[in-house]
């Protein structure tokens, strides 16, 4: 919990008289107490502030109880004023000594086999037990650096998600000790972790939750500051900020420093001494930057909490002001849902509300940036112990473990109201275009969330145009989850819409996209012609490098790649062959051996035809690839993109799609060209790999790379358009053929020459249906 600005009240903290530095060490608290007030107007409010060297906790926006710390000198001024109190702590120095010394005997025995959870870590020692719950379940987990602190200490988080396909998965981001001396915090993040990989194998609840969501956990948001409390400060709140101009005082408060209603005096301050002291400038700290980037980047995310302690609150937007939100029910719901299951654990009682009326206002906070700014559903959430309790920061080590428990109680509540109740894939990509008068296959895959499928319940909803009453086919159950149904065959130049429906086994019905026909998915139907394909097996004029191409490894080249755990073992085209482009396609000794590094590769494709395809009337053009992307295994994840760009003429690029999305898997891509670019005959279409930022792992390849006009089939050797093919339609071709005109070219070869006279000639004999 944090200390509330209350105008000029507010006394400087953390570096106060009181507290005694011993050496160039430890700051001492000998003496200090901790009291719980009972202010029962502004003005006792304001006069207790006064004499408090930290304040701990506080209740409610105005008057209310609140625990505070006070030197024994400023402890005898509070006694004489009258203000009714009570003393939680006669000595919190006895208490961070006692909670040393334990920590102490534990190390000093390790033969007894403590748990990780029987006491409290350094960061060290987290990170080192983080990566082994990370290495030891290698298929769900890995760890990566989030980025760096002040100070340079790695963030390292980790990612947790079930094998497969993760296109389109939703994320749940999970950060703990924003606030230095909130030792209980990390524990219960790192618990979290163990029990979603640890139960993974025998809780069908957990299972489906990995499987279908991505968990992201970063247990120490900052780590210099927790490393100050362990070396010097056992009661340091803030980052390790120095002090600014003019000011003795360091740190900066990073749950203060959110852009989002940033600078408000009710709810921060603006005094460098002041716990809440908000920064220079939105995001002005690197660790702000790193959670809001950490969570920005892991769209779409359902939910985030931001694990504190003390005093047992689950706080809701908003904090800096009495209004509230509009999703103000739904958070009311989900709250009730989390505090039933925590206390059904021990017994323990939390309390939710929007936090300025349950606690006090804030402002710059990491939950209303992310409801406010993202609209993503967030919680800030105060541990044990409960407010004007013996213990405060110094929870003692029994009670790590129950604190850990009922509080994945209360995530798995939170969980079951987030996530979808089912997750709805497309198999290999959406179709988007359709063969006239043949029927287009389409394959879902149905996998259960929250609930099962009802057996039969798989229905694919369409219509023929954009307008009208859908009918619906059952779809047939196929093995790993999927269901597949044909839309029927339509007429060229028409549009197919389709939605999928699915009924869980309570009863719900889920429909694919949510929108159902207000944003269908849809087909075209259409005649295609292939003008360019590519199996990437031969050597076809493809380029690697040329302007913007600057990394020194990791290079563009056709081979087969070798397997790792961010490379693929093969090419993707079926059979013989085996090759495509890659980044490097050697395995190495590590993951990260013969990724990108030091910039740009960029690989360049030969010139291909889009405009036009002999007898097809066009009305649109598309290309097509298959492309593996994996940036998620280094130290810094899903920062460094592969760009996908299209040209008309080699030097104008239009970007097809920026991919941050590491899959895991070959993934095709197919873009309607006329929706990016005026379509030329001399087009190219390039791949660029990334290293941009220090730490990266990036790996990418690319194959079966082809182009297709599509439109309507028109009867060809009916030059002039007159319904009958006869000795004028050779007069309209011989002069189409001396204008240039891309019509004459009969075969397709791109070259005009006698060839096409030929053709035309077969064509003209065989006439039109």
């Known amino acids: 919990m944090i200390r509330t600005t209350i105008a000029a009240a507010a006394l400087a903290i953390g570096g106060g008289a009181a507290a005694q530095e011993v050496g160039p060490a430890r700051v001492r608290y000998d003496g200090h107490r901790g009291v719980h007030v009972t202010a029962r107007t502004p003005a006792e409010v304001a006069t207790a502030l006064s004499l408090s060297d930290h304040v701990w906790t506080c209740t409610g926006a105005g008057v209310g109880p609140f625990d505070v710390q006070m030197s024994p000198e400023h402890f005898a001024a509070f006694a ?57 379940h290698a298929t769900l987990a890995y760890t990566c650096s989030a980025g760096s602190s002040l100070e340079g200490r790695e963030m390292l988080y980790i990612r947790i998600t079930g094998p497969g396909d993760r296109t389109g998965r939703p994320t749940i981001v999970l950060n703990a000790c924003q606030h230095a001396r909130e030792w209980v915090a990390p524990p219960v993040a790192v618990y979290i972790a163990e029990q979603l990989l640890t139960r993974y194998a025998t809780d069908p609840l957990v299972k489906r939750l990995v499987d279908s969501v991505e968990w992201v956990i970063l247990p120490i948001t900052n780590p210099d500051g927790y490393q100050y409390s362990w070396d010097t400060d056992r009661m340091w709140r803030k980052n390790r900020r120095p002090a600014p101009s ?9 749950n203060r420093n959110f852009s989002f209603e940033w600078g408000l005096s009710n709810g921060s301050s603006g005094d460098p001494c002041d716990e809440t002291y908000r920064g220079t400038a939105p995001a002005s700290e690197p660790e702000t930057k790193v959670i809001r980037d950490l969570i920005a980047g892991s769209a779409p995310v359902l939910a985030t909490i931001d694990y504190h302690s003390f005093s047992q609150y689950l706080l809701e937007p908003w904090g800096y002001t009495p209004a509230l939100p509009a999703a103000h029910a739904t958070f009311q719901s989900i709250s009730a849902a989390m505090a039933q299951a925590i206390q059904g654990v021990h017994g323990v009682q939390y309390i939710y509300g929007p936090g300025y009326t349950t606690i006090y206002p804030t402002s710059g906070t990491i939950g209303d940036w992310a409801y406010g700014a993202q609209g993503i559903l967030a919680w800030g959430l105060e541990l044990r112990p409960e407010a004007g309790s013996s213990f405060g920061f110094t929870l003692p080590s029994n009670q790590i473990v129950p604190t850990c428990e009922e509080n994945f109680a209360g995530l798995m509540a939170l969980a079951q109201n987030v996530a979808p109740p089912l997750l709805f894939q497309l198999v290999q990509g959406t179709p988007v275009l359709a063969e006239p008068g043949q029927a287009t296959p389409i394959r879902v895959a149905v996998r259960a969330v929250l609930n099962t499928v009802q057996a039969g319940s798989v229905r694919l909803y369409y219509r023929i145009g954009t307008s009208g009453a859908p009918l619906w086919t059952p779809m047939t159950a196929m093995p790993n989850s999927e269901y597949q149904a044909n839309l029927p065959g339509a007429d060229c130049g028409q549009v197919i819409q389709y939605v999928v429906q699915a009924t869980t086994n309570s009863g719900a019905v889920i429909k694919f996209p949510p929108a159902s026909f207000g944003n269908p998915l849809e087909v075209t139907v259409a005649d295609t012609a292939l003008t360019f394909s590519d199996t990437c097996d031969t050597q076809t004029g493809w380029a690697v490098g040329g302007t913007g191409s600057t990394a020194t490894a990791g290079l563009w080249v056709r081979n087969a790649p070798q397997a790792t755990a961010a490379q693929p073992a093969g090419d993707h085209t079926p059979g013989a062959g085996g090759l495509c482009y890659v980044t490097d396609h050697r395995a190495g000794t590590s993951v990260g051996q013969y990724d990108v590094d030091g910039g740009t590769t960029i690989l360049t494709s030969p010139t291909f035809n889009a405009l036009y395809a002999p007898g097809i009337t066009r009305t649109g053009s598309y290309v097509s690839y298959w492309r593996w992307y994996s940036s998620d295994r280094g130290p810094q994840p899903g920062v460094d993109p592969l760009l996908v760009q299209i040209s008309a003429n080699g030097s104008t690029w239009v970007t097809l799609e920026q991919v941050t999305d590491s899959a895991g898997v070959w ?103």
């Open 246 to 254: 003019g000011s003795s005082c360091a740190g900066v408060d990073t």
């Open 80 to 136: 004489a004023t009258g203000i009714p109190y009570r003393v939680t702590v006669e000595n919190v120095q006895a208490m961070i000594d006692a909670e040393r010394a334990e920590i102490d005997a534990i190390n000093a025995n390790p033969g007894d086999n403590p748990g990780f959870y029987d006491t409290y870590h350094t960061r060290t020692e987290i990170n080192t037990y983080l990566q082994q719950l990370a290495a030891g």
């Open 667 to 769: 993934v095709r891509k197919e873009f309607r060209i006329d929706d990016f670019l005026p379509v030329g005959s001399v087009m190219r279409i390039r791949f660029a790999a990334s290293d941009l930022n220090e730490d990266s792992v990036v790996e990418a390849a690319v194959d079966d790379i082809q182009v297709r006009v599509a439109g309507c089939t028109v009867c060809y050797p009916d030059c002039n358009g007159d319904g009958a093919v006869n000795l004028s339609d050779f007069g309209c071709f011989t002069t189409k053929f001396a204008l240039g005109q891309s019509y004459a070219d009969c075969n397709g070869d791109f070259a005009l020459n006698l060839a096409d006279f030929g053709c035309f000639q077969t064509k003209f004999a065989l006439g039109c249906p």
